[in-house]
């Protein structure tokens, strides 16, 4: 039910680069990770609410207040390319 | 174009006046040295924890009780997945299948009568940082990299979604200021398009009047102030509808719309570029809204710019297209009432913000918080054309030169000494000589040519350098020209 052609689109969305034998490997792999999937649906749910998360927590807020940030060199100081205060990145237009 | 009819539908991001971010504390005011304002949560470094601002949660939800929308009992944050080098985190946290706000409308009140336009939803999420482009010639087209500021990404965004319910871009572009104004009045945007916190995007499909199903549309996207929104839809229907009449079809895409040639341009495909994987976001809890914060932020409503224009009207006696046009922005209704409060008569007050203050304003491209005058100062200048020191034509230079210096009426009156010349000896005086010097005048005057006295009054006013109380010259010209017949 997963092709190689579906594991080559999802590493591309996710701008992977996926060799052969891993195109292979994950094409297993993903596939029994839907099987499960398809198990787990099977079961009657009828009578049980969606969950989007797994804690009874809701309405978690913080008052609208500045902090301190981080300096512009702290900020770059993991870029690979920077110039003039900015982070420097492959052209996009 | 004929039996075609144009459907529009909008897509509007507002940046929501918080003080800091919408998932960490970073200042989020424009501008600022780049990569000045950012901290791990909004750089998107690993292992770091958003935390929702309430602040632009109450917003949200002021905007969308405006708006009419039912507000969602329960709500939650998702991640939308995609790759661009303003994104930091590499998805944008959004809402998706369930929105704070949905189902409101918007009233438009246009010359072919009241159009309700639906709001489908008003959510919340985050802006990306900003891209500059850059290149040894300074052509976007040119450049081999680009640099990104991120002092912009995760500032609070609203984004709202309008049902495919406008017809003209008339209607596009008054729906954009009306829903504008209702954000001032809300005090929930600083709605400045030129430095990008309002945006607007557009749904634009063509389909044989009377269909129920909708055309293929396109989107356009760049559209940057109130008249590019005009332009660029006026554009679209035309390129839409030629390539229809030719026997062409509509692609579906994304345009870019560009104001220095006027037409839009594609940009990218659709069905190639968008598959965002949208999954609820693990790291923030649901928004469950209680009915008392609701009710709360009801009751804290202000005046919403469609209650204010019918009290200026009824309350004020100011005519329907007045009220229509100072309520079309916050600060201008509010200079407007200030100048009132301070004793202005109001279609006066009016008058001169409609006419001098507007165009003042758009000759200098300039918001009225930035004129140098105060409301009351206009009332004060309005009190001395009422007393008769100034006429209503020399008050035309007097306010130019309130505006250039930001002093008051009086002052510049004194220093130019042109006060309005009331003084019926001096007058009699300046009438003689026109009388005399212009006998043809006179006796077409007196053979019953009304005209004639206009153009001696103008002989008189020219004589004063246009001070002489104009009302008062025509009275005491008339009163010479019969006794003297």
Request: charged share 25%; hydrophobic share 35%; aromatic share 6%.
């Amino acid at each position: 039910m997963i092709e190689p052609k579906d594991v080559e689109y999802v590493a591309w969305l996710a701008r992977l680069d996926v060799s052969e034998e891993e195109k292979e490997k994950f094409t297993r792999q993903l596939g029994q990770v839907l099987e499960h999937a398809e198990k787990i649906k099977s079961l009657d749910t009828e009578d049980v609410d969606p969950t989007s998360h797994a804690i009874p927590l809701k309405n978690v807020m913080r008052e609208d207040e500045t902090g301190p940030c981080l300096s512009q060199e702290e900020a770059l100081s993991g870029a690979p390319r920077t110039q003039g205060g900015y982070f420097v990145v492959p052209r996009i237009i | 174009m004929s039996g075609l009819e144009v459907v529009i539908g909008l897509e509007i991001h507002a940046e929501l006046k918080t003080l800091s971010k919408m998932f960490c504390s970073c200042d989020a005011s424009f501008g600022g040295e780049p990569n000045s304002r950012t901290c791990p949560v909004c750089l998107g470094l690993p292992g770091v924890l958003p935390v929702l601002n309430r602040k632009a949660v109450e917003l949200a939800t002021r905007l969308a009780l405006a708006l009419h929308c039912d507000i969602a009992p329960y709500s939650i944050f998702h991640r939308k997945n995609y790759f661009y080098p303003d994104m930091p985190k590499n998805f944008q946290i959004s809402q998706y299948d369930l929105p704070l706000g949905i189902g409101g409308y918007l009233d438009l009140e246009m010359e072919e009568g009241r159009v309700r336009v639906g709001i489908t939803r008003v959510h919340l999420e985050e802006d990306t940082g900003k891209t500059v482009h850059a290149s040894e010639s300074g052509r976007i087209h040119d450049s081999e990299y680009s640099l990104e500021d991120f002092n912009r990404a995760g500032v609070p965004l609203l984004e709202i979604v309008t049902e495919p319910d406008i017809r003209t871009p008339i209607q596009a572009r008054m729906f954009m200021q009306e829903l504008k104004s209702i954000m001032e009045h809300l005090e929930v945007s600083d709605c400045k398009m030129e430095e990008g916190s309002l945006r607007c995007d557009a749904n634009v499909s063509l389909r044989p009047q009377g269909s129920p199903q909708l055309g293929v549309k396109a989107e356009v996207k760049n559209m940057n102030s109130f008249r590019a929104l005009y332009r660029a839809l006026d554009y679209e229907i035309m390129r839409q509808g030629d390539l229809l009449a030719s026997g062409g079809e509509v692609v579906q895409e994304t345009r870019h719309w560009d104001a220095d040639s006027g037409v839009t341009t594609p940009l990218r495909t659709k069905e190639y570029a968008y598959d965002y994987r949208y999954f609820p976001e693990p790291d923030l809890v649901p928004l469950q809204l209680d009915l008392s914060f609701i009710d709360g932020v009801r009751a804290g409503l202000p005046e919403l710019p469609s209650q204010r224009r019918s009290r200026l009207q009824e309350d004020l006696g100011l005519p329907e297209h007045d009220a229509g046009l100072l309520t079309s922005s916050k600060a201008l209704a509010d200079f407007f009432e200030a100048a009132v409060d301070a004793g202005a008569e109001p279609k006066a007050a009016s008058n001169w913000m409609m006419g001098e203050l507007s165009a003042h304003l758009n000759a200098h491209n300039i918001e009225i918080s930035e004129v140098p005058i105060t409301p009351a100062q206009l009332a004060a200048m309005i009190a001395l054309i009422d007393k008769g020191v100034i006429s209503g034509k020399i008050a035309k230079s007097v306010f130019e030169a309130m505006l250039a210096s930001g002093n008051d009426a009086e002052t510049i009156v004194k220093e130019k000494g042109i006060t309005q010349i009331s003084d019926e000896e001096e007058l009699v005086r300046h009438i003689e000589e026109a009388i005399r010097e212009n006998p043809a005048s006179v006796e077409d005057y007196r053979k019953g040519k009304e005209k004639a006295l206009g153009f001696l009054v103008g002989q008189v006013m020219r004589k004063t350098k246009g001070r002489a109380n104009p009302q008062l010259v025509n009275e005491l010209l008339r009163r010479s020209l019969e006794g003297e017949g």
